[in-house]
């Protein structure tokens, strides 16, 4: 099973499309979770973190169930520049200051048309 | 808004030749890392780099591979005897600590062609 799995897509949606993407991960001690966003060729950009309870930030809902080992992003109102590669992200915390170590989805691949 | 910058923004090097990719991370930032994601694949971990060691590194960092602090600003990677395999963007990264959601800032990354 993949560390961190995702739907491909490609998701073509219509300006102002609910869209929502889930993401799957496999190992339980995974700590910290994190949408990014990556633009072709571009690096990844942190989109939001996940928390249990569940946040939002504008038109961006994420959630996350930890006995499902689940995440999904829910995108409202899709706006044409929202185009983008959306990475789902797990870290592992070290207690020993190891810093993060992230670990990628290879991401779902969002098309807002006109 | 503080930023990470690599340099160069495209490295072309020939198969055996060794590289020197170069990053400034954000000025108060403690730690420091380097990814790669070869073409249409998923961005991979590298090494996180911590009080001047290395703290974690993947199996994709081998003996070729060595970073490096050299001063207060610079974050080097290195790669010793470059292979076809090794063609990818690297990205160099830091965050401000080690905790839970401290998130890692990116920088535009470096494309390496090995020919």
């Known amino acids: 099973r993949k560390e961190v799995e995702q739907d491909p897509g490609p998701f073509n949606v219509p300006e102002g499309a609910t869209v929502a993407f889930n993401c799957t991960y496999s190992?339980?001690?995974?700590?910290?979770f994190f949408w990014y966003r990556q633009d072709c060729r571009k690096e990844p950009k942190l989109l939001m973190s996940?928390?249990?309870s569940g946040n939002e930030d504008g038109r961006f809902t994420a959630q996350l169930n930890r006995a499902s080992q689940y995440i999904s992003l829910l995108i409202r109102d899709s706006k044409l520049s929202d185009s983008a590669t959306y990475l789902c992200?797990?870290?592992?915390?070290?207690?020993?200051?190891?810093?993060?170590?992230?670990?990628f989805g290879t991401g779902t691949q969002l098309k807002v048309e006109l | 808004e503080p930023e990470v910058t690599q340099t160069p923004s495209h490295q072309v090097t020939q198969m055996g030749q060794e590289v020197i990719l170069r990053c400034v991370p954000i000025?108060?930032?403690?730690?420091f890392y380097w990814y790669r994601q070869i073409l249409g694949q998923k961005v991979e971990f590298l090494v996180s780099?911590?009080?001047?060691?290395?703290?974690?590194k993947s199996e994709i960092f081998d003996d070729q591979f060595s970073v490096e602090r050299p001063d207060g600003s610079n974050f080097t990677l290195k790669i010793r005897s470059t292979k076809l395999e090794d063609s990818a963007m690297y990205f160099c990264?830091?965050?401000?600590?080690?905790?839970?959601?401290?998130?890692?800032?990116f920088g535009n990354g470096t494309r390496l062609t090995v020919t």
């Open positions: 992200v797990v870290n592992i915390d070290k207690l020993t200051g190891g810093g993060n170590k992230l670990t």
């Open positions: 990264a830091s965050s401000e600590r080690s905790a839970y959601n401290s998130p890692l800032h």
């Open positions: 190992n339980s001690a995974s700590q910290s």
């Open positions: 000025s108060n930032h403690l730690y």
């Open positions: 996940v928390y249990s």
């Open positions: 780099f911590y009080n001047n060691e290395i703290s974690e």
